[in-house]
């Protein structure tokens, strides 16, 4: 049976994912950050990389092609190199841009924000020759072992198709000027990058599914764990159902001591009971006494049938009572007609006189 072997039958736990991501367990592509790096920064270089070259252009024509300097002295050349420096930071901004969003959001798409500062810090496992061996021909290894070498399979055949299908013009290349030859080779490159791009995209993808379904099978746990791990966050189960039980008694203990001095008794009919006492002499307004639902409504209504105590049935004045008054605490001022009909009933069963409310109550 799977809970004798110990296998790993059960899903993982909420805090058993919560714990597993705390320490950095996440599933994670490399191949997929790096793909879409790769895509996007094509993409970024040909939106962009015509108005890049053309500034990158005038700026040698600029420092090479202007009249020789008179003198340059140590500040003249430090200047010099500071305005190279952002000139040429300006032009190639866009892309460098485009490279680091692409980056941050694929690696928050797969992970979300973890901040792992214990990483930092050494790991002597790491060196530990056995693990490291036992790394090194994991099932893990032998698929990105598989995944690297369909990858530079499909990189060649790739190149391979779009070079092909681009034969004469590459033939002709020759007969081409300096200018146009370096805007075909650029298109080329362009061209062939962005292509492999996609077909790593894919690759990733698969790769990244691949990572998910070991997460979640090394995160599978087994009956005995499910148990454990429910027993530490919970407590003993014995202990727990020993207070529900200690805590189930004290309730009812209140409502047997309670319940006999009430005058009345609401019901939902059977959900829900609310037992309510009032003495003009003493109270400015009926309290509620005892109020419960479930098991407890039906104790207190039948401590109301033993003690001749009357149970009227009147749904929404008891919904409003075991909702918006604690035990010991008197009715609201907006439930006061309601509850004044409630006991005028009471003592016209009883053939006695209402008792008139005290005068501070009116």
């Known amino acids: 049976m799977p809970e004798q072997n110990g296998e790993k039958s059960q899903d993982p736990t909420p805090h058993r ?10 599933a994670r592509s490399h191949d997929l950050v790096s793909a879409l790096v790769l895509l996007g920064g094509t993409l970024a270089l040909m939106m962009t ?80 020759p056995l693990k490291g061996f036992t790394r090194i021909f994991s099932l893990a290894n032998a698929f990105r072992l598989g995944l690297g070498l369909i990858k530079l399979a499909v990189v060649a055949t790739v190149a391979f198709l779009y070079l092909n299908a681009r034969r004469d013009e590459i033939l002709g290349l020759a007969e081409l000027e300096m200018l146009p030859l370096a805007w075909f080779l650029g298109d080329l490159l362009l061209g062939v990058t962005l292509r492999l791009g996609v077909a790593l995209l894919v690759l990733a993808i ?46 009812l203990n209140r409502v047997n001591q309670a319940v006999p001095k009430a005058d009345v008794v609401v019901t939902n009919p059977t959900e829900l009971a609310v037992a309510l006492q009032y003495d003009p002499e003493k109270m400015a307004a009926p ?22 105590i009357p149970i009227i049935e009147k749904k929404p004045l008891a919904q409003a009572l075991f909702r918006d008054v604690e035990i010991n605490q008197p009715i609201p001022r907006e439930l006061y007609a309601a509850v004044a009909e409630v006991l005028a009933y009471v003592y016209q069963l009883k053939g006695k006189q209402p008792p008139r409310p005290r005068q501070s109550a009116a």
């Open 206 to 251: 698969l790769d990244f599914g691949f990572q998910y379904w070991k997460q979640e099978q090394d995160l599978k746990m087994t009956p005995q764990e499910v148990r454990e791990e429910l027993r530490n966050l919970e407590g003993d189960p014995q202990i727990a159902a020993r207070r529900r039980m200690v805590q189930r008694q004290l309730v």
């Open 287 to 308: 309290i509620v006494v005892a109020k419960g639902a479930g098991l407890v409504a039906a104790n207190i209504r039948r401590l109301a049938l033993q003690h001749g």
């Open 49 to 128: 990389g015509r108005t890049a070259a053309e500034s990158l252009a005038r700026l040698t024509r600029y420092h090479l092609g202007a009249e020789a300097w008179v003198r340059m002295d140590v500040a003249d050349a430090v200047a010099l190199s500071y305005q190279v420096l952002w000139d040429v930071t300006l032009a190639v901004a866009p892309m460098l841009i485009a490279v680091l969003v692409v980056a941050t959001v694929a690696n928050l798409l797969q992970t979300g924000f973890l901040f792992l500062p214990q990483k930092l810090s050494p790991d002597i496992s790491r060196i530990d």
């Open 17 to 26: 994912r919560q714990k597993a991501r705390e320490e950095g367990q996440v």
